[in-house]
Nanobody, 119 residues
Framework: QVQLVESGGGLVQAGGSLRLSCGASGTIFSIGAMAWFRQAPGKQRELVARITRGGSTNYADSVKGRFTISRDNAKRTVYLQMNSLKPGDTAVYYC?????????????WGQGTQVTVSS
């Protein structure tokens, strides 16, 4: 059983910064792409940033230039550095990873961490 555990959320004022972390544990053959999603109240879950195993990244337009995704493959951990935070960034942030189990790949989700940006 694979688990993703996020940390680093909290309350911050607009313009501030937070760094989210997500570590994978359990029986894992390999981890492919990792990503951060977020879901604000009343809205659909949306992709924030994604990073491949090789380090290629892509970002939602709303966070480009402010957020940076990175990963440490040896630690099975993905990070999201969030700068210049805005009240519109308030949401529950979820970690996602493509995990290989034998010949199969499946998506795995963390439990989410709350990020609240006050104006």
């Amino acid at each position: 059983q694979v688990q993703l555990v996020e940390s680093g959320g909290g309350l911050v004022q607009a313009g501030g910064s937070l760094r989210l972390s997500c570590g994978a544990s359990g029986t894992i053959f390999s981890i492919g792409a990792m990503a951060w999603f977020r879901q604000a109240p009343g809205k659909q879950r949306e992709l924030v940033a994604r990073i491949t195993r090789g380090g290629s990244t892509n970002y939602a337009d709303s966070v480009k230039g402010r957020f940076t995704i990175s990963r440490d493959n040896a630690k099975r951990t993905v990070y999201l550095q969030m700068n210049s935070l805005k009240p519109g960034d308030t949401a529950v942030y979820y970690c996602n990873a493509d995990v290989q189990d034998g010949d199969d790949w499946y998506g795995c989700w963390g439990q989410g961490t709350q990020v609240t940006v006050s104006s």
